[in-house]
């Protein structure tokens, strides 16, 4: 069964730093992996997608890697500011055609 | 812009009513998911999709029925509110999955619903 879990589970940082999410899965065997943000009671956005066959995706200040053999994902935000703060889940996507998601990262940017 | 739309915000529901959420998407996706989430235990899947009239169970699917009439419409029923269905529900679609191509999912804003 796919387990995934995310490092740290908490994270304060100050503004400008660049800080790196961990992600990690058990089972290799993923056909993509995504990087959701989450406000406090609001849905998910979608924020990047990698395929099983790519190493890595970037959107801005965003930059998502993947390690399928090692069962690793990292999300690199660069110069960090307070309108990050957010928790991020990760997510992985099969062949059974649901998302397994991680249990999230609570970011706080301080200004 | 691509949309998944959740009709309600917040509710507030009598144990034992009859509880409707409805979900629309505009973008033609084939696959849509009803999840929960709920703090400790993070996103839990209830039900799934992946065409007009046909339904999956999820990983929590007790207490839940669905409905998917029309490809853009998914609705999550709760046959009879119970105050351990009290959560954040996320309903989300994504393109079935094809050779070569697989799509991420787009999630909406979330419903917020309390059963007392």
């Known amino acids: 069964k796919q387990e995934v879990t995310q490092i740290p589970a908490a994270l304060s940082v100050p503004e400008g730093e660049n800080l790196v999410l961990n992600c990690s899965f058990t089972?290799?065997?993923?056909?993509?992996l995504q990087w959701f943000r989450q406000d406090p009671g609001k849905g998910l956005t979608s924020l990047l997608l990698i395929q099983s066959s790519q190493r890595e995706q970037t959107s801005g200040r965003l930059n998502a890697s993947l390690d399928k053999s090692s069962g690793r994902s990292t999300l690199y935000i660069a110069a960090s500011q307070p309108g990050d703060s957010a928790t991020y889940l990760c997510a992985v996507g099969g062949a059974t055609n649901k998302l397994i998601f991680g249990t999230g990262t609570l970011l706080a940017v301080q200004p | 812009d691509v949309k998944v739309t959740q009709s309600s915000r917040y509710l507030v529901k009598r144990t034992g009513e009859k509880v409707f959420l409805e979900c629309v998407q505009d973008?033609?996706?084939?696959?849509m998911f009803w999840y929960r989430q709920d703090p400790g235990l993070g996103l839990r899947l209830i039900y799934f999709?992946?065409?007009?009239?046909?339904?999956e169970k999820g990983d929590i699917p007790e207490g839940y029925s669905v409905s998917r009439e029309k490809k853009e419409r998914f609705s999550l029923i709760l046959e009879s509110a119970s105050t351990n269905q009290t959560s954040m529900y996320l309903c989300?679609?994504?393109?079935?999955?094809?050779?070569?191509?697989?799509?991420?999912?787009?999630f909406g804003s979330g419903t917020r619903l309390t059963v007392v």
């Open positions: 973008m033609d996706h084939e696959n």
């Open positions: 989300a679609s994504r393109h079935h999955v094809r050779r070569g191509a697989n799509y991420g999912y787009t």
């Open positions: 999709s992946y065409d007009v009239k046909m339904k």
């Open positions: 089972d290799s065997a993923i056909y993509n």
